[in-house]
Every structure is written in C-alpha cells, then in structure tokens.
C-alpha cells in the first residue's frame, strides 16, 4: 500500500473494499517529507486508515496569526483578570484589618489546660469557663475576668486555631504580627505552640496555612524566611546557627546577638540566622531543629520546664505580579514564653533561681509594653528587656497582638493562676468590650458582622477569578505548546512538525475537556473570550470524533500504528499516541486544578511525615543538682 503524493489528493486504500479518503489539500500544502514517508514507502500492514480528512487547504501564515491573536488575547484577558483579583484582594485585606481594628489590635485569649490522666492531684476544679470569660473561686472568693475568648478544658488544637486564624492571614496582608504563649510552667504553652505528632499546634498549622494561602494568591508572589532565637539569661542564642560554626564561635555566634533598630524603627538582628523555607516541609524540618536546641530544665513544677523564652520568626516577602513592584514585608513572630510562676513556688536555687528571675522581668516588662499600647500612651518602654526590643515593631502601631494565656485546672495552683489572669487582663484592660455600654457593644458587633460579610463576598469573588485565571492560563499555554510546537520545532527533532490541524485537534480536544468540566462550576464567571462561538463548536466537535475514532481503531484495531493524516504516524507504543488517549479521557485542567495541593492542608496535619520537636529532656530530679552537675546543660540536640 502506498501513501499518496499526488498534489490534489491524499489517497489511501483499504482493505475493506479499498475506499478511498480524499483530501482537499491545495497542491505543496506540505512538503511531501513532511509527510514522514518518502514518496512511494510501502507499509508493512494494510492499514485500515481511520476515517481522517486532512484538511492542508488553510495557508499555515493565517493560522498562525489566528494563533498569535488568540495568544495575545489570552495574556490581556490574564492581565486584567489579575487586576480584578489585587482590587477584590484589597477590600478583603481592608475588611479583614477594620474587623481586627474593631476588636482589638491586642487580643487575649484564656485557655484552660484539661486534667491529664498523668495527674494524681485532687480532682476539685476552682475554674469555671463561659465563651468570654473565667471565673475563679477560692476560700469564699469569687473571681471574674473577660477575655476576648476563653477555651475550655476540652477545647480541641482545631478550636484554637480557628481563633487564630484570621490573625495569620493579616500577617499575609503585610502586618506585623505577634502571637504569644504565656502562663505558669505546665500549662500547655508548648502544648498549644507545638502540639504533639497527632495534635499539631498553632505553629505548624500556622506554616500550612501560610505556604496555602500564599499559593490561593494569584495576584502576588510570596516568599518565607525562618528565624528561630532563644532569649535566655538576658541573652539571645541563635537557634538555627550551623552546628560547625556555632561550635567554633559559640559564645559570639550563639549567645551574644545584636539588636538594632534602624531609622525607620525595623528592629534587625544581626547576626542572627535567616534561612529561607520555600514548602512546609522544609519550614517544618527548621522548626523541629529549633526547638530541639531550646533550653530546658528541671523545676519542681514541670519536669520538663522551658526556662527561656523561644522566639521563631517567620518573614514573608510579597510581590506583586507586576516586575517593577517592590516587595512588602512583614513578620510573624511566635514566641513560647518562659514560665511565669514565681519563684518561691518552683524550689529553685542557684542558676535555675536566676532564669526564673530574668522570665519575670522580661515578662514584666513585656505586660508593660502592651499595657502602655492599650492606653496608647505616648512613651512604651520597649528598652526594659531584650523581648520587648526584639519584638519592638511587630508590637506597635500596625500590628497585631494575640496573647494566649495559659492557666491550671488545679486548686493548689489557684495563686499563680489568678496571677497570670491578672496579667491578661492588664494586657486588655482599656479596650475591653466588656467596658462598653450596651448600646456601644451591639453596634461595635453589627459593624464587624456587616465587614464579616463583606470579607466573604470578595473573598467568593476571588475565588471565581482565580478560576478564571487558571482557566485562561490553561488556554493560554496549551497555545503556547501548540504554536512552538507547530511554527518553532526543536532543532534536534529531525522530524517533521505535527500538523497545526492535528496539532489544533489535540488542543481544542483538551480543552474542550477542560471546558466541559469546569462550566458547570463556573458557567456564570466565563469572561467572553471563552464562550465557544457556533464554528468553533463545531470545530471541536468534529476534531472530538475524530480522536475518538483513532482511540477507538486502536482498541479494536489490529494495527500497530495509525497514519496520521499529512504528517507522520505514531504507533502504539508512541508516548504521543498515548497523550492523545490520555487527553480523551482526563483534562489537563483536571490535573492542574489543585494548586492547594501542593502545600499539606490542615486535615492532613495528623499525617505521620510531619516530624515535631521530641519531648524536653529530664536530666535530674533535683532542681538542685543541675547547678552542681552541669552549669551549662546541653540538650540532646547538641549531640545529634
Ligand atoms: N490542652 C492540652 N491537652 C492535652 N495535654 C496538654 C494540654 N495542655 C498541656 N498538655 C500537656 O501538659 C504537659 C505540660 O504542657 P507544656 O509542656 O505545654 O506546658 P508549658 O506551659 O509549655 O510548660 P513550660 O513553661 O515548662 O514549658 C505536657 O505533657 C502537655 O502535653
């Protein structure tokens, strides 16, 4: 059998009564090389041809601006969808702050840690729990205290986070950001920071939640960093250092890090390590070696006592998609604070007596700061320790506050408790809902509720436009392969180019798929320029039974490779045969439509490959014999 070079027509036998398939082609469409076979090439097998026309009459220049048009569009429609999103991204952003504003720039939430079966303690509980307010009764005293919000015993890590939430994408949004772990030793600080494998905390989730957000955002580009520094003894040890440096410098490296504040009031610290996480999993292995680092020690409260306070910064560089747009940065700041109980109860001495000494002053002036932030007083004494210098602008004008403190379920314990809830309160005390008259309260909630709402319908219509986006730029690029693909063939291919019709089959194929599946979604969000037209439908339409029908001959088929028409032939086991079959089934657009993806979501926090700081080490039961054993505990960390 032979394939046809004849100008006018491509014609091709067949076994089953020899019809012949004539094609249209005007003469020196396509070089008779193109074809793949030199003129008079018998085939091995009489192929029963599918029923394939090949239509060489459109001049490739006018395909080829058709090709060039529908890019250029394709990229306009991108543009301008991409501005819509930044406009719908600004007025959630705007809503989101003037909600955060509305209640409060400084938050302070209460969580009660749950009794554990580990507990052999009496089993009188003196705490009582409502949505915003702890109520504490001891010896005939009863005593109230409001907070933002109050987590009771069973409050679940998830209940937390939701809380917490909307603070982090505030940090996304370019503020500053603070969240802070405060309370007695073993009240579930680390618990509530950390978590457990199964039972992650704020800050894993935190990084899953960014890196998510961040990958929604088709507006802007984002890149994290990650910082980890302990304050301990007055002094900032640098978490992430590298290990062979830190040993050889340990004492400038490690322990005696600068803070400086430039002019505009950015607090740098020099020195310190910055290491960039580009995916949760890198963003979680840094986080676990920084806690593994973390000082801890033995008191008589908490075998496995934080006695420092542990900072880990997150930095997030945002773009716009724009080349010339500057970068925006901001800072999310989680600190697990040092245990706030005051030493007499400890049974401290020595070296374990003086941590317990600089966690209370640094504390102390920590509840300074924020107390002289709520009555927005004039002076802040941020200069009173190295915590408030460290933190200094990411607790000022702009940022955000959330305090979590931690309290015990325990009546022994009721003295440190009502400590750290007076604490809190003098932490929110100016801007306390509770001291709003009645009036003032409901109309501060009908404001929040109409900007919740408001957040919602543009964060709705973000959503509609990132469709949009990622359906345009599907089309875009399946154009972009097409036309490279057909008018800029590789140099080393050696083989002749697909035809731009067939070529044009496997696209419009594709994306008539892609179509398919996403209209139902989005039938009411189509920008124009995708509405299919009655001729391109029926373009599609035709190409769609043709691939169909080569799918379908060569299942049934015997053949062992299929004539294309007017360029080349592809046998079965050919891996561009094979795409073909795949995009008759699956659209391309189905395998891209998962963005989120790409970073773990919160349901698959529990998952196994999430590696979380092993538990503090307990090196003695005598808080005595620290001191005298090792002046200068190493952790295991040290030793991996
Ligand atoms: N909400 C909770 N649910 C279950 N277990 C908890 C909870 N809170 C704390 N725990 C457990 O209580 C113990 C002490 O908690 P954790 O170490 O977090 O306290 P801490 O306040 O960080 O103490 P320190 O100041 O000494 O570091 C841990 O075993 C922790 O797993």
Same mark, same amino acid.
């Given at each position: *059998? ?8 491509? @014609? ?20 008779? $090389? ?93 705490? $009582? ?44 949004? !370019? ?43 088709? #507006? ?113 700041? *989680? ?84 400590? @750290? ?127 169909? $029908? ?39 657009? !189905? ?11 919160? @349901? ?15 090196? #003695? @039961? ?13 952790? *295991?960390?040290?030793?991996?």
């Amino acid at each position: *059998m032979f394939v046809s070079t004849e100008k006018e027509q491509i @014609s091709l036998p067949l076994e089953n009564g020899g019809e012949s398939f004539k094609s249209t082609s005007p003469a020196g469409s396509y070089p008779d $090389s193109l074809n793949g076979f030199p003129a008079g090439t018998e085939l091995c097998d009489p192929v029963p041809v599918p029923a394939l026309y090949t239509d060489v009459t459109v001049v490739p220049e006018q395909e080829k601006q058709e090709l060039e048009q529908t890019i250029s569009t394709l990229e306009g429609e991108i543009a301008g969808l991409r501005l819509q999103h930044r406009s719908l991204d600004r007025t959630r952003r705007e809503a989101l702050n003037k909600i955060l504003d509305i209640k409060g720039s400084i938050r302070v939430f209460c969580r009660v840690r749950p009794i554990l079966l580990t507990d052999r303690r009496r089993i009188h509980q003196p705490i $009582s729990t409502e949505l915003e307010k702890i109520v504490v009764r001891s010896g005939g005293s009863r005593k109230e205290f409001s907070f933002d919000k109050v987590f009771p015993q069973e409050a679940s890590q998830e209940d937390v986070f939701v809380e917490v939430e909307p603070i982090l994408r505030s940090a996304l949004d !370019g503020h500053n950001v603070c969240i802070l772990a405060y309370g007695q030793t073993g009240t579930g600080k680390t618990f509530t920071m950390d978590g457990t494998n199964d039972q992650l905390g704020i800050a894993p989730r935190a990084l899953v939640q960014l890196f998510h957000n961040a990958s929604l955002d088709k #507006s802007s580009s984002y890149t994290f960093s990650m910082s980890m520094l302990e304050v301990y003894m007055g002094s900032l040890r640098d978490l992430l250092a590298p290990k062979s440096f830190s040993r050889a410098y340990e004492t400038i490296s490690r322990c005696n890090l600068n803070i400086q504040t430039d002019p505009k009031g950015l607090v740098e610290i020099e020195g310190l390590s910055e290491v960039p996480i580009s995916d949760f999993t890198k963003a979680s292995w840094w986080y676990t070696k920084g806690r593994r680092v973390r000082s801890t020690s033995w008191t008589n409260v908490n075998e496995a006592s934080s006695r420092s306070h542990c900072l880990t910064r997150i930095t997030i560089f945002r773009r716009g998609v724009a080349s010339e747009a500057k970068a925006e940065v901001s800072k999310l700041w *989680m600190v697990d604070l040092g245990g706030s109980e005051r030493l007499l109860k400890t049974g401290a001495t020595g070296q374990t007596l003086d941590e317990g000494r600089a966690i209370n002053l640094s504390l102390s002036a920590l509840g300074d700061v924020i107390a002289a932030l709520r009555r927005k007083r004039g002076h802040v004494p941020y200069r009173n320790s190295k915590l408030t210098q460290i933190l200094k602008d990411s607790l000022g004008d702009g940022s955000k506050i959330l305090m979590l403190v931690h309290v015990s379920p325990f009546e022994e314990d009721i003295g440190e408790t009502t400590y @750290s809830l007076s604490f809190a309160k003098r932490a929110r005390a100016v801007e306390s809902t509770k001291e709003l008259p009645e009036d003032l309260k409901k109309q501060k909630e009908k404001r929040i509720a109409k900007l919740e709402e408001e957040m919602r319908e543009a964060e709705e219509e973000c959503q509609k436009v990132r469709n949009q986006i990622q359906k345009a730029e599907f089309l875009l690029n399946e154009n972009k392969r097409l036309f490279s693909s057909t008018y800029q063939p590789p140099e080393d291919e050696g083989k002749a180019p697909a035809s731009p019709k067939g070529a044009l089959v496997q696209v419009s194929r594709a994306s008539l798929t892609f179509e398919k599946t996403t209209r139902r979604k989005f039938s009411n969000s189509m920008p124009r320029f995708m509405n299919s037209t009655v001729a391109s439908r029926q373009r599609l339409g035709a190409a769609e039974k043709e691939i169909d $029908s080569r799918a379908n001959s060569s299942r049934t088929g015997t053949r062992s490779s299929i004539q294309f028409s007017g360029s080349q032939s592809l046998s079965y086991s050919d891996l561009r045969f094979k795409s073909i079959l795949r995009s008759n089934k699956k659209s391309r657009y !189905g395998e891209t439509n998962t963005p989120a993806m790409e970073s773990p979501k919160c @349901s698959d926090l529990d998952s196994k490959t999430t590696s979380m700081p092993r538990s503090k080490i307990v090196t #003695s @039961s005598n808080p005595n014999l620290r001191v005298t054993l090792s002046r200068h505990r190493r952790r *295991m960390s040290d030793f991996i």
